[in-house]
């Protein structure tokens, strides 16, 4: 064998190895492990607990992949620490495959040889404990951690790999049957908020970047305090688990009207919503109206958020529904600009009054000239349209003053305080 065949060999080996070691948990996934599977058994048992979180796909969905990434770290350190404090390193922790969200924890015989099955539940019930703690002392209630497990009996006149990835699939199968029960759960809880009302909102102002006097406020959804629903993110990703985002979406506009007696005159009440809810006959000639009225507010007062982090399907069908909010009065907001779904062409179908610049963009702005130039871009599109460009999540005073040099008209963030169910007209910014 020459030297270059011998080197595209140990590259191609190298590949392989990379192909089975998860980057993120630096955990190997399970293939790789066999040799090591086999002595654990002793010829005789093995048990796996697979531990999987069935929520991170909302969170990559809503907060990007670092914060995925960031999870399924923090998770690892855990079954990492309980493994080496609890077990003496005794078990084997793995990913079901790289790049996954289901950890594979192998328990050696040692740890079963007096009764498999109640052992491997004791092993089980730990390893969820202590990771469903520390997944909820990092503020991370809303993830769903499911678990499985199942015993690997040993028999010689079977592939031993066979019989693993058996097992990993009987222990995965346990996961998703708690998945699902657990799924039907949320589903009732969800149907008892909506009907026992338990939605409430506060408000965040939305300020003239000039002379800091309130222009508007965005009505904020909240859950039952206490609850993995108070997070609106949590709430709304289990309510489209549940087929019930039109309901929440529904009960979340009604909840902003009638919660906005207060409102200083000349404001205006920006209220979030999906472009798929749009069409909701509710606002159109139902209820809703009357309870505008009771409250003081008109269609005029009130503009609709369109968050650019979930696609329109049919752009005709929701131009169509556009027209019919515009002659009642409504205003729009295209909110998340620069982050989500074909900005331009929903700008285009839609002619808001208002673009909110997202958070992203507004970060660090004024040590990133991207940022700045992609901003400086948002204001002239927003002119050409006669729209008014709001920057969203202002943190610190070097962020105003870089926005305020930029041009931006109007801004929303902490430095002006944290949303309240009080509305102040005039909001000085906080030392930052």
């Known amino acids: ?17 990379a192909s089975l070691y998860d980057s993120t948990t630096r955990l190997p996934a399970y293939q790789a492990t066999f040799d090591k599977l086999k002595q654990m058994t002793q010829d005789r048992f093995l048990g796996v607990v697979l531990l999987q979180l069935s929520d991170l796909e909302r969170v990559e969905a809503v907060f990007g992949f670092e914060r995925y990434e960031e999870i399924l770290k923090c998770s690892a350190r855990e079954i990492e620490t309980v493994n080496r404090t609890r077990f003496g390193g005794s078990l084997l922790p793995t990913m079901r495959s790289v790049f996954d969200n289901e950890f594979c924890v192998f328990v050696p015989h040692d740890l079963l040889a007096v009764a498999p099955v109640p052992s491997l539940q004791e092993v089980a019930a730990e390893l969820y404990a202590c990771l469903d703690s520390e997944l909820s002392r990092k503020g991370l209630k809303g993830l769903t951690l499911n678990m499985g497990y199942a015993v690997l009996q040993y028999n010689p006149f079977l592939r031993f790999e066979r019989l693993v990835h058996r097992v990993v699939d009987e222990a995965a199968s346990g996961a998703q049957r708690q998945d699902e029960t657990e799924r039907v759960l949320r589903e009732l809880e969800i149907r008892q908020i909506l009907v026992e009302h338990g939605l409430s909102t506060v408000f ?11 222009v508007g ?13 108070e997070s609106p993110e949590s ?4 309510a489209r688990e549940s087929r019930l985002s039109w309901d929440l979406d529904r009960q979340c506009k009604l909840t902003a ?9 000349d404001s205006r009440l920006f209220i979030n919503t999906l472009p798929s809810t749009l069409d909701d006959p509710e606002f159109m000639d139902g209820t809703a109206p009357e309870l505008m009225a009771r409250h003081g507010i008109s269609p005029a007062d009130i503009v609709w958020e369109l968050t650019e982090r979930y696609p329109i399907e049919d752009y005709d069908h929701f131009e169509a529904t556009m027209k019919t909010h515009t002659k009642l009065g409504y205003r729009v907001a295209i909110d998340d600009v620069g982050t989500g779904y074909s900005s331009i062409q929903t700008i285009t179908h839609v002619r808001p009054l208002y673009l909110k610049v997202d958070q992203s963009l507004v970060r660090g702005v004024e040590d990133n000239l991207l940022k700045q130039e992609l901003i400086a871009s948002l204001l002239v599109l927003a002119q050409k349209v006669s729209a008014q460009v709001i920057a969203e999540g202002i943190q610190t005073s070097r962020e105003l003053g870089m926005l305020k040099e930029l041009g931006v008209p ?23």
């Open 235 to 238: 709430l709304f990703a289990f």
């Open 217 to 229: 406020y965005e009505a904020l959804t909240r859950g039952p305090v206490g609850t993995i629903y």
């Open 410 to 432: 109007l801004g929303q963030g902490y430095l002006f305080g944290m949303p309240s169910a009080q509305f102040e007209s005039r909001v000085s910014p906080r030392s930052a």
């Open 257 to 265: 009207i009638a919660s906005a007696t207060g409102r200083p005159a």
């Open 204 to 214: 965040h102002p939305i300020v003239d970047l000039r002379d800091y006097v309130a």
């Open 1 to 17: 064998m020459n030297t270059r065949d011998q080197k595209s060999i140990e590259n191609e080996i190298v590949a392989l190895k």
